[in-house]
């Protein structure tokens, strides 16, 4: 058998994967999500670390994923990602110079950050590129709950750098395009020309997925148990029906939606994001803008998107990025593991 590397993110609505076989022609062998309760994850934070392995091991088992090797993808809301213009100097000596030259950068001592520096072009003795820093907890969390489940990280990858290398399947030689991936409270601006990210921006945006509704409706079934056990546990007058209406009326939760205004919101600030990008990098213009993520099937999102935009704008799903040897995926999850296939394609490098 091939092979194989499991791309892996862990968000607050749930964990998901891709398996994916190693080699000049990868293909998804496997893949799957498992929802988390309420509290158990937030942005790539771990706050729940029994709720989460549990979901983990339920994930391995349902999808049928066969390695235990992963690449695991963070995109927290609190991980710095910035311009960043330095002497070029050996990866090694590089290493050892960050920690000093950022620390006015940082929201925390360098010591107790994660750091990372990634190369995008070099002129004379500057080299420019993107600035990478998180918490080094927090990271230290996410990968002991991971290996709690009896899985290994080979690699900590930042999931906009995977959503950039997983577009690149669908961007031609040298043009530059955006690719948005719009998740249920957080989105990923990343431009890319071949394969390189130019800029990247980690957003906090809340969108009525799927998963979000669902876990909105569980939730409110829930809350409504408590109460109507109470009542129900109450003397029962003569004519008890109109108690069992009023329980039954306490167990119906209202549905999400957003709202015109919601979208026009999350619209504007991606719109915003990429002008900022057009401002000051004229030399490499946005030719399309590629959508994934499960807010591509919110009612309104891309529609609004296309016509706000003055590049066309196309949905990815990931059987548009990469091969696969079994069912695509349909709906939210096939937009959703378009970064997760891309933490795989890395090869754990």
């Given amino acids: 058998m091939a092979k194989t590397?499991?791309?892996?993110?862990?968000?607050?609505?749930?964990?998901?994967?891709?398996?994916?076989?190693?080699?000049?022609?990868?293909?998804?062998?496997?893949?799957?999500?498992?929802?988390?309760?309420?509290?158990?994850?937030?942005?790539?934070?771990?706050?729940?670390?029994?709720?989460?392995?549990?979901?983990?091991?339920?994930?391995?088992?349902?999808?049928?994923?066969?390695?235990?090797?992963?690449?695991?993808?963070?995109?927290?809301?609190?991980?710095?990602?910035?311009?960043?213009?330095?002497?070029?100097?050996?990866?090694?000596?590089?290493?050892?110079?960050?920690?000093?030259?950022?620390?006015?950068?940082?929201?925390?001592?360098?010591?107790?950050?994660?750091?990372?520096?990634?190369?995008?072009?070099?002129?004379?003795?500057?080299?420019?590129?993107?600035?990478?820093?998180?918490?080094?907890?927090t990271v230290d969390e996410l990968v002991s709950a991971v290996t709690k489940a009896k899985l290994t990280v080979d690699v900590v990858d930042l999931a906009p750098f995977a959503l950039a290398r997983a577009v690149t399947a669908v961007a031609a030689a040298g043009e530059t395009v955006a690719a948005l991936h719009l998740g249920d409270h957080t989105t990923y601006v990343v431009v890319v020309q071949d394969g390189v990210p130019r800029f990247v921006r980690i957003i906090p945006t809340e969108i009525v997925t799927e998963a979000v509704r669902a876990r909105a409706a569980a939730q409110t079934d829930t809350d409504a148990a408590a109460p109507v056990v109470e009542e129900l546990l109450e003397t029962v007058p003569p004519g008890d029906a109109p108690m069992r209406r009023r329980a039954a009326s306490r167990g119906t939760g209202r549905t999400l939606t957003m709202s015109d205004a919601d979208v026009r919101d999350v619209v504007a600030r991606l719109g915003s994001t990429l002008r900022f990008y057009a401002d000051r990098s004229a030399d490499a213009p946005v030719t399309r803008v590629l959508v994934s993520g499960a807010g591509v099937a919110v009612d309104g999102i891309v529609a609004s998107l296309a016509a706000s935009l003055p590049m066309p704008v196309h949905p990815v799903g990931l059987s548009s990025v990469v091969e696969t040897k079994v069912a695509a995926p349909v709906g939210d999850v096939d937009f959703d593991l378009v970064p997760t296939v891309g933490l795989a394609l890395g090869g754990g490098r």
């Fill in 5 to 137: 590397i499991v791309g892996l993110e862990i968000t607050e609505e749930g964990v998901r994967a891709a398996e994916v076989t190693v080699g000049r022609s990868p293909r998804v062998v496997a893949f799957g999500s498992v929802p988390l309760p309420p509290g158990a994850a937030k942005d790539s934070e771990v706050f729940d670390t029994d709720a989460v392995v549990l979901a983990l091991r339920q994930l391995w088992s349902r999808a049928g994923i066969k390695s235990k090797n992963v690449v695991l993808g963070i995109g927290s809301r609190r991980i710095l990602v910035r311009d960043y213009t330095m002497q070029a100097m050996r990866p090694d000596l590089l290493a050892q110079a960050l920690p000093f030259q950022v620390q006015d950068l940082l929201p925390v001592p360098a010591e107790q950050a994660v750091l990372d520096f990634y190369p995008i072009s070099q002129q004379g003795d500057q080299v420019s590129g993107l600035l990478v820093a998180a918490v080094a907890e």
